[in-house]
């Protein structure tokens, strides 16, 4: 696993945006994730899957990349299965509410949007806050 400073993660974005999810909807797209597996108690190894997810944001703000986006599709992954141990630090967003999260993601080829820090470790490239929060002195 790498750690990711926020220097790292403004460098290699394309895009980083303050933005809140509007609709999560899963894929049918099925992966393995590299060099993650679950060993069982008897020795047994298993690759750790996972399943497609798109979710598709409202931007609120846009702090490095394209000015005029007012809305992108994340392309990341839910476990497939319940992984013993050594899993993959993913990453799952409710529509409902209006959390937000700042967020370092670069661009695919078929116009999706995915986490700097990768598919198998993107939880570092979100930062969620709430925002009603309010600091009193």
Do not use: C
């Amino acid at each position: 696993m790498q750690v990711w400073t926020y220097d790292m993660l403004n460098d290699k974005a394309a895009l980083v945006v303050i933005a809140t999810p509007t609709k999560v909807v899963e894929t049918s797209e099925l992966m393995v994730f590299p060099n993650i597996t679950t060993v069982y108690p008897n020795g047994q190894q298993r690759p750790v899957k996972g399943k497609g997810v798109e979710t598709t944001f409202k931007v609120l703000t846009v702090l490095k990349g394209e000015p005029d986006i007012k809305q992108l599709i994340l392309h990341h992954y839910s476990p497939a299965s319940t992984p013993a141990g050594g899993e993959p630090m993913l990453v799952s967003f409710k529509a409902e509410g209006k959390k937000q999260y700042l967020m370092f993601l670069r661009k695919e080829a078929d116009g999706r949007y995915v986490a700097v820090s990768g598919q198998t470790d993107p939880q570092f490239s979100f930062i969620g806050f709430d925002p009603n929060f309010v600091m009193v002195k």
